[in-house]
């Protein structure tokens, strides 16, 4: 590398030294584009489907043997409990061995061309054909399965791949970007770039990249979407401020448990993170009394303890913003049902805020932290009206027992995606997930993301003798 410069990565919890790792500057960043596009270039040294498999399955051989140093890893920088951490890298490995499995589903088809006279006499075919350089920029939350959901894609499809992991996490894609190495894939194909924001714009905004993929906040993900070359595709995920819609026949029993999980799972610090719980007022005391008992319940600490079930937020400047949130709330009117106060720098107590004002920053901005928030409501049509209210759109959900109240609220709610009795962070990585609205561009899922790296070329053939 050609600079001296290095970043140290501090453990979420208490900010002690993890590591520090080198900073790539513009000159090396210029190469890494030079080495993607020259081996993009060469046609001949494009890996047939085969090589592209074998790459994989060791690849998922070679996370399987490093699991458990992954888990703590990921414990250690993102701050996420080794419990869920755990089940994040099993994800991580199940999402490279899913991309090896949908190698053998890239294909074309016969177009059919007789449909008119103009069209007779020829045979035409589609191939799929990998779109070339793709940059990959990471968040800081899923720190391994989110680069495996940017970077396998590319791998699966050829695409030469450069990813820039968050600042705070990037360890987890440096060690998992050796594997890819170790497990066979030609210099080239890819690469890790820890890089400033200057360093990373520029990088973005280059011509010889084929297709940004972004996952962060939408006032990012937008304002970098302005800035990339004319030609560049993207998909960008952002987050959203996740509704549930609690009807007055809902299970108790299933939907409280799940709606705690969807809220505080990594401390709510994910986009599709439980925020609003819309309760039928028949129902709403003993609701809150349930998961009130709950949530007070939830063991909050140390991420590498394994009984640990909501650890940190990812800096202190985080606890900070989310403290003022919920005083502000509570100052204009929100009754404080649990919580309310930091536990350390790093930690604070998993909150329940009972109808906040519709236009504090809690009701209407994704808190990305361990809060949630219940409105009661007398009408299911003004709940889900209010739901809707908002520029974000990504997934919710719905707790009931009739079916008819099911698929009412379903069809009304504005989503990408409604879970009927499961909490709005639900995900299998073979499934379409995306935001629309400013919630995001393009479909991510190992399958769907593949889709969007390759493209159809026509070919055409006048059979006419």
Known sequence: M?????????????????????????????????????????????????????????????????????????????????????????????????????????????????????????????????????????????????????????????????VKPAANTPLSCVRFVELVNRAGLPDGWCQHCVCDRDTATKLISD??????????????????????????????????????????????????????????????????SVQRVFVDNTILKPFVDLLKDKVDKLSVGDPTNIETEVGPLITPKEVDRVERWVTDAVTAGATLVSGGQRISDSCYQPSILLDPPVDANVSTLEIFGPVVCVYGYDDIAQAIKQANSLPVSFQAAVFTQDIDQALYSAQLLKAAAVMVNDHTAFRVDWMPFAGYATSGLGVGGIPYTMDELMQDKLLVINTAK
């Open 207 to 272: 011509s010889r990249v084929a297709f940004l993929t972004f996952i962060g906040s939408a006032k990012v993900g937008w304002e970098l979407r302005r800035k990339i070359s004319p030609g560049t595709r993207c998909a960008l995920e952002h987050g959203g401020v996740a509704p549930v819609i609690v009807a007055k026949d809902a299970d108790f029993e299933k939907a409280i448990p799940l709606v705690v999980k969807g809220a505080f799972y990594h401390a709510g610090q994910v986009c599709v």
């Open 2 to 162: 050609s600079t001296n410069k290095t970043l140290q990565v501090l453990q979420a919890y208490d900010g002690a030294l993890i590591e520090e790792v080198a900073l790539q500057n513009w000159q090396d960043t210029n190469e890494m584009l030079n080495k993607a596009q020259a081996v993009f270039a060469n046609r001949d040294e494009w890996l047939p489907a085969h090589r592209r498999m074998e790459v994989l399955r060791k690849l998922a051989e070679l996370m399987r043997e490093k699991a458990d140093e992954f888990s703590l890893l990921i414990a250690r920088e993102g701050g996420k409990p080794l419990a869920d951490a755990k089940i994040e890298v099993a994800r991580a490995i199940n999402g490279v061995e899913l991309a090896r499995e949908e190698i053998s589903r890239l294909k074309g088809e016969q177009i059919p061309m007789d449909l008119s006279g103009a069209g007779a006499g020829r045979l035409a075919f589609t191939t799929k054909e990998p779109i070339g350089v793709v940059l990959a920029v990471s968040a800081f939350n899923h720190p391994l399965n989110l680069i495996v959901h940017q970077v396998v894609p590319a791998i699966a499809c050829g695409c030469p791949v450069i």
